[in-house]
């Protein structure tokens, strides 16, 4: 008689546990995209992350850093595994390290420009929506991560929300919490805990 191996089973994805995950996986794609939007602008003039003005060094270490992100986050989500969740940390980390360093890089360059041409060309030189948004999204995929693992993403199948996020469970709409009456809290200055 033979046995045969249990089937493998795909990974489930639970909305109400797995969605500072999926959020950050989603920030993490978002801020790669913002690469390609208006990094420096002169007037109507635009270029995006790789334009012949600006370092393509930056973009590229955004890019793996994005994707090592991304991967990584799928990764925790396909084994469930809170392991996987510090690595996830560390590169959403560099991700906004990244950014942020190019976001002071890309305004320096156009400062640089404003005083060197600005007068001359009569054009002003700033930075676009692209580097701001692509930080804002790199932090948010960043604040997931933080909050999957302060909700201790990957111990069950529930997220354990830290008593300062928790609100009371209320039954129906406006209703106030009720007490189980086996349980009272112990009276005012009786030393309970």
């Known amino acids: 008689m033979t046995t045969s191996a249990p089937p493998h089973s795909a990974p489930r994805l639970i909305v109400s546990r797995d969605w500072p ?6 920030a993490a794609l ?7 939007l208006p990094w420096l602008t002169a007037g109507s003039r635009s270029e995006n992350a790789f334009g012949a003005a600006l370092q393509t060094a930056g973009p590229v270490m955004i890019i793996i ?3 090592v992100t991304i991967g990584l986050l799928f990764a925790a989500l396909w084994v469930t595994s809170r392991g996987y969740l510090t690595a996830v940390l560390v590169s959403a980390a560099v991700l906004v390290a990244f950014y942020a360093v190019k976001a002071a890089d890309t305004a320096e360059l156009a400062d640089f420009y404003n005083r060197l041409l600005g007068e001359t060309l009569g054009v002003s030189f700033g930075t676009g929506i692209g580097v701001w948004l692509g930080l804002a999204f790199a932090s948010v995929a960043l604040l997931c991560v933080l909050l999957a693992l302060a909700c201790e993403w990957g ?3 529930s997220l354990v929300y830290p008593p300062m996020l928790r609100r009371p469970h209320r039954t129906g709409v406006n209703a106030p919490q009720e007490s189980d ?7 005012p200055g009786s030393g309970g805990p």
């Open 155 to 157: 111990s069950g199948e």
């Open 181 to 187: 009456p086996g349980h009272s809290p112990p009276p």
């Open 30 to 36: 978002l801020s790669f995209i913002m690469l390609l």
């Open 21 to 26: 995950l999926v959020g950050a996986a989603i």
């Open 65 to 67: 850093s994005a994707f």
